[in-house]
């Protein structure tokens, strides 16, 4: 079981269901913010781990479209979506791949946002009274806030990815009814709307023009002849997956730390 489960099981624990005689608690500043603020946050980066984890097979499958056509999609049942195979993207499989990736983004803005207002709450940001606390407590926030960041990045590379797709869509969606329009008529022959030319087209520039200075990447020192920009961010997404793994583990050892000073919360029976 990965570390950064063990901590939200650990930091859960802290809000177990008390025995049947009534307590009163008196609860340090350091296991309240845990169990109202920090466990949280963590199950909601437990589920942007999970959402992020999709996007590497989506990348995979856009490729394959790419090579080999439509085909099946790489992810579950569950994941697979439709979309008008209308757009400029060049088959059905890239389409899928896409709406795919599309849906992603909403949940993993909205846990982010979320994540990112708890760790900025007054609670853990102002001093508690108890410096052992709030020293412990800017620790855990400070690395929260750094696997978050890695998280975010994640994001951004899968939106900008999408984003980058739909602009080359609306770029090239109306040229093929303009080369139809332009065409002279001629009663002898039917005027087909032609598609756009897949040469011509390059969605990766999302309808600009490619810098004519660019380097070609099989140029650079290790990379190999099959590089393309879509590979390039499959691998940036599966680096930023290690990486928030790391950071979560740090986390992780952090709450734990914490976690273990509320195990014996002073309590006195209710009279």
């Known amino acids: 079981m990965r570390a950064a489960f063990a901590v939200l099981a650990g930091v859960l624990a802290l809000g177990a269901s008390p025995p049947p005689t009534i307590y009163h608690v008196v609860t340090r500043p350091l296991c309240a913010q845990l169990h109202d603020r920090i466990a949280p946050a963590i199950g909601m980066m437990l589920q942007n781990d999970t959402t992020i984890k999709k996007g590497p097979a989506y990348f995979k499958q856009y490729n394959l479209g790419a090579l080999y056509g439509s085909g099946p999609s790489t992810n579950s049942q569950?994941?697979?979506?439709?979309?008008?195979?209308?757009?400029?993207?060049s088959n059905m499989s890239q389409n899928i791949a896409l709406l795919g990736m599309e849906n992603l983004i909403r949940p993993l803005a909205n846990n982010i946002i979320a994540i990112q207002t708890i760790l900025d709450s007054p609670q853990l940001t102002k001093p508690t009274g108890r410096e052992d606390d709030d020293r412990r407590l800017s620790e855990i926030r400070a690395k929260l806030l750094q696997a978050l960041a890695v998280q975010n990045a994640s994001l951004d590379i899968i939106s900008g990815f999408v984003d980058t797709q739909q602009m080359a869509d609306l770029q090239h969606a109306g040229e093929g009814y303009i080369s139809s329009i332009a065409q002279p008529d001629s009663s002898n022959a039917s005027i087909s709307t032609p598609a756009p030319n897949p040469l011509a087209?390059?969605?990766?520039y999302a309808g600009l023009p490619p810098n004519p200075y660019a380097i070609d990447p099989a140029s650079i020192p290790g990379l190999t002849l099959g590089y393309n920009p879509v590979t390039r961010l499959q691998d940036a997404l599966t680096w930023t997956i290690s990486e928030a793994q790391s950071r979560e583990n740090e986390a992780a050892k952090a709450v734990m730390a914490s976690a273990v000073l509320c195990g014996n919360a002073p309590a006195s029976p209710a009279p």
């Not at 569950?78 to 993207?89: A, E, F, I, W």
């Open 78 to 89: 569950n994941d697979r979506v439709t979309r008008d195979p209308g757009g400029s993207t």
């Open 201 to 204: 087209v390059n969605p990766n």
